[in-house]
């Protein structure tokens, strides 16, 4: 069965941190971009980070550049957003999606898509 699994998410306070994962079972990461993606209550999905499928190349919403890191274990068949210095309005649910490229993932050309894990910045 091919899906992706988003896991990580919880509750932080401000400031804190959390990393996401991405897994991929029944087919392998290496070929595919991979976006993270968030949507928070009553607001439009949007674009968070991408990373290419052979991790060389990685782009951030101007919104986390600076405290969110993408990055990829193609042996873990694995994808990571660690987001550090979390802020309110980092609140959504959390995405991830493959593409065949990072430029198709922001025009909405994508494949697979998680179920998505919730994060929640709270005091």
């Known amino acids: 069965q091919v899906q992706l699994v988003e896991s990580g998410g919880g509750l932080v306070q401000p400031g804190g941190s959390l990393r996401l994962s991405c897994a991929a079972s029944?087919?392998?990461?290496?070929?595919?971009?991979i976006g993270w993606f968030r949507q928070a209550p009553g607001k439009e999905r949007e674009g968070v980070s991408c990373?290419?499928?052979?991790?060389?190349?990685?782009h951030y919403a101007d919104s986390v550049k600076g405290r969110f890191t993408i990055s990829r274990d193609n042996a873990k068949n694995t994808v990571y957003l660690q987001m550090n210095s979390l802020k309110f309005e980092d609140t959504a649910v959390y995405y991830c999606?493959?593409?065949?490229?990072?430029?198709?993932?922001?025009?909405?050309?994508?494949?697979?898509w998680g179920q998505g894990t919730q994060v929640t910045v709270s005091s």
């Open positions: 029944g087919f392998t990461l290496d070929y595919y971009a």
């Open positions: 990373i290419s499928s052979s991790g060389g190349s990685t």
């Open positions: 999606a493959t593409g065949a490229s990072c430029a198709k993932l922001r025009v909405g050309i994508d494949g697979y």
